[in-house]
């Protein structure tokens, strides 16, 4: 089973800051099998990036994603208020498809 | 427009059964792998269960293994879990969430509530 742990568990950053979201997996995931979602209270996740790199239909790309192997980042260019959220981290590339805990994005 | 609705959830005892349904709309949901993910209150995403396109492989939490059953109806655009030997860790609100491939989730339904309690 591949656990995925993400850091920080929250970020306080101003809008127009950058923001830096890890995931770590404790094995390596194949074909960069990682996903990336972002939840808003009281609403269903929404897909960002898939495939460690790949936005998402509609999704601005003030969202990027990279990484590879073990290591993988969600990085949000020119924070806007509405970024704020709790973002979490899927891997895909065996069962169980395990997410992270998730990491929380406060806007100040 | 592009729709998951999810249906069933509800209170039930500890030790009971419930079926979970989700019917999709506005895309091809037999292309779709699909999923159930469960989220507790103030708990982050948990993985449930996922289902390819034609059935042929089924996966299971290790939490849920023995207990759920994930199942569709290509026919009927429709995805369930039918869960048994409920306990309070299962509650949990229940999404449905396709996957147009492999198993990252591009689309969610808004979920259903399910609370076991005596």
């Known amino acids: 089973e591949i656990v995925l742990t993400q850091s920080p568990g929250t970020l306080s950053l101003s809008p127009g800051e950058r923001a830096t979201l890890s995931c770590r997996t404790s094995q390596s995931v194949s074909s960069n099998y990682l996903a990336w979602y972002q939840q808003k209270p009281g609403q269903a996740p929404r897909l960002l990036i898939y495939g460690s790199s790949n936005r998402a239909t509609g999704i601005p790309d003030r969202f990027s994603g990279s990484g590879s192997g073990t290591d993988f980042t969600l990085t949000i260019s020119r924070l806007e208020p509405e970024d704020c959220a709790v973002y979490y981290c899927q891997q895909y590339s065996s069962s169980p498809y395990s997410f992270g805990q998730g990491a929380r994005l406060e806007i100040k | 427009e592009v729709q998951l609705v999810e249906s069933g959830g509800g209170l039930v005892k500890p030790g009971g059964s419930l079926r979970l349904s989700c019917v999709g709309s506005?895309?091809?949901?037999?292309?779709?792998?699909m999923n159930w993910v469960r989220q507790a209150p103030g708990k982050g995403l948990e993985w449930v269960s996922s289902?390819?396109?034609?059935?042929?492989?089924?996966y299971y939490a290790d939490s849920v293994k023995g207990r759920f059953t994930i199942s569709r109806d290509n026919a009927k655009n429709s995805l369930f879990l039918q869960m048994s030997s409920l306990g309070a860790e299962d509650s949990a609100v229940y999404y449905c969430a396709g996957s147009a491939w492999y198993f990252y989730m591009g689309i969610w339904g808004k979920g259903t509530t399910v609370t076991v309690s005596s």
């Open positions: 289902i390819s396109s034609a059935s042929s492989y089924k």
């Open positions: 506005g895309f091809t949901f037999n292309d779709y792998n």
